[in-house]
């Protein structure tokens, strides 16, 4: 597959200068680059005067109602909505967009695609995709800027939380100096570094640590010490009464033990189908070729796939496409 082509951050800026109507919209199961991306973008049209609707298939979590303006994000209406341009945000192939969100966006006659995975095929009509950047966030920083476009406080809040959830906090090997000067810029804008932290990291609701307990009864390694894995039932998600974005970066705790070069997390989703999380410590062991092994995608050190299920079948296979990987070593 070749490259797509890519479009210059000019091309963009035509667009967005001379249309007038806009719906943004991210991947399923939202996190806080893919919500904060498309907060970030569409707070700067909106102060350019443009009509901008704000769409996610699985609507707003919880968890990032503390940004400015989230109230914006909606679950897509029935109707196609009458847009001109539609913008992919955060998000590799266009099936993640979602089905209701997409038939939403269907009259648009534009289509751009923002994004930050080196997985992405680039399907719109107009591509920026910088598989460099840690975040979207980052690409849209980038893009505001050198536009010129107006910077509105709830673009600067919903940047930083996008870089932050997206870098784990600033620590993965994608941060580089230009993240943290981006991050001082936006300090130096008025973001409140100690409130806005606080907010995103320690409201965690107390469902969020018994699903901790319940993921740590199932936590499993392989023998040489090199593959960790957990698993969340289905059954577990009713008795606790999870919301999807719990599980959001708990994946972090069994990637940081010591040895373990790959984690995996298992997650049995209705209609029999598995979600798979995986992160990577080592170049060397790419999650994002494993995962596009079985239709998924995302980034080397960071990369998921949903696939059919049942649960124990989804495991043998991706665990046993890891254990290849581990042995070429
Ligand atoms: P997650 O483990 O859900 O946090 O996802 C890790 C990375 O992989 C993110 O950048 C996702 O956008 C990407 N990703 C997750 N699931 C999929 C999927 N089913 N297809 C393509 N990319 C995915
Ligand atoms: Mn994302
Ligand atoms: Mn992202």
């Known amino acids: ?70 109230e914006r994000i909606e679950f897509p209406p029935d109707e196609p909505l009458d847009v001109e341009v539609a913008i992919a945000l955060d998000t590799s192939t266009r099936p993640r967009l979602g089905e209701r969100a997409l038939h939403a966006a269907s009259k648009a006659s534009l289509w751009l695609n923002i994004d930050h995975h080196i997985s992405n095929p680039g399907y719109a009509d107009i591509n920026l995709i910088d598989s460099t950047s840690p975040a979207t966030g980052q690409v849209l920083y980038e ?50 570094v100690g409130q806005t932290n606080s907010q995103t990291y320690d409201e965690l609701p107390f469902r969020r640590l018994e ?37 959001e970066g708990l994946i972090d705790f069994i990637r940081a033990i010591r040895g373990v070069r790959v984690a995996v997390f298992f997650e049995e989703l209705p209609e029999g189908k598995v979600r798979v999380s995986m992160r990577s410590k080592d170049r060397q062991l790419d999650v994002c070729i494993i995962a596009s092994e079985f239709g998924g995608g995302g980034h080397s050190l960071a990369a998921g796939i949903r696939m059919p299920g049942p649960l124990e079948i989804a495991k043998a296979r991706v665990l046993g496409a890891i254990q290849k990987r581990v042995e070429m070593l």
């Open 1 to 70: 597959m070749n490259p797509p082509a890519l479009a210059t951050i000019e091309q963009i800026g035509d667009v967005l200068r001379t249309r007038q109507s806009f719906v943004i919209i991210s991947h399923v199961r939202p996190d806080g680059d893919a919500i904060g991306s498309q907060l970030a973008l569409g707070f700067s049209l909106l102060a350019m005067g443009k009509s901008v609707r704000f769409l996610n298939e699985d609507g707003l979590p919880e968890s990032l109602a503390f940004l400015p303006g989230s």
């Open 143 to 192: 893009l505001i800027t050198k536009l010129g476009l107006p910077f509105s406080v709830e673009t600067r809040d919903a940047i930083y939380v996008a870089i932050s959830t997206d870098t784990g906090s600033f620590q993965y090997p994608s941060t580089t100096a230009r993240t943290y000067d981006i991050a001082a810029d936006l300090i130096r804008r008025g973001l409140d």
């Open 211 to 247: 699903l901790m307990r319940a993921l740590l009864n199932t936590l499993e390694r392989s023998s040489d010490g090199i593959v960790a894995h957990w698993e969340l039932r289905e059954q577990t998600c009713v008795d606790l009464g999870l919301r999807p974005e719990d599980s």
